[in-house]
C-alpha cells in the first residue's frame, strides 16, 4: 500500500509565503516524477507544478516566479514554497506521484488527501 500524506497548509495574508510538504510511503520501489495540483472551488483541478525524478521542473504561467518545487529522493518527498501569495491561490492543493510499488506490475498514479491553503485580501 502506497500512500501520499501531506502537510503545510493554511490561512496566510496576501504576499506572504506557504510551504507544502508531501511524503510518500509504503512499498516504494522508484518514483518517477511528482507534482501538485490544486482545485478552487468552482473550478477544475489544474497542474501547479511538477518535478522530474531527475529534478526538471515545469510550472502553471500563474505562479512562475512565485512558486519553487523540489523534492528530496531520500525521504521520498516533494515541497512547494510558496511565495508572494495571492487571493486567487486559495484552493485545496493535491500532491501527485507516478511510484512503482514493490507489489504491482508497472507505474501507478497515486493522490494525496489534500491540503487546504487559504489567502486573504
Known amino acids: 500500500q502506497v500512500q501520499l500524506v501531506e502537510s503545510g497548509g493554511g490561512l496566510v495574508q496576501a504576499g506572504g509565503s506557504l510551504r507544502l510538504s508531501c511524503a510518500a510511503s509504503?512499498?516504494?520501489?522508484?518514483?518517477?516524477?511528482m507534482g501538485w495540483y490544486r482545485q478552487a472551488p468552482g473550478k477544475q483541478r489544474e497542474l501547479v507544478a511538477r518535478?522530474?525524478?531527475?529534478?526538471?521542473?515545469n510550472y502553471a504561467d500563474s505562479v512562475k516566479g512565485r512558486f519553487t518545487i523540489s523534492r528530496d529522493n531520500a525521504k521520498n518527498t516533494v515541497y512547494l514554497q510558496m511565495n508572494s501569495l495571492k487571493p486567487e491561490d486559495t484552493a485545496v492543493y493535491y500532491c501527485?506521484?507516478?511510484?512503482?510499488?514493490?507489489?504491482?506490475?508497472?507505474?501507478?498514479?497515486?493522490w494525496g488527501q489534500g491540503t487546504q491553503v487559504t489567502v486573504s485580501s
Open positions: 501527485n506521484a507516478y511510484i512503482r510499488s514493490s507489489n504491482v506490475a508497472g507505474l501507478s498514479n497515486y
Open positions: 509504503g512499498s516504494i520501489f522508484s518514483i518517477n516524477a
Open positions: 518535478i522530474t525524478s531527475g529534478g526538471s521542473t
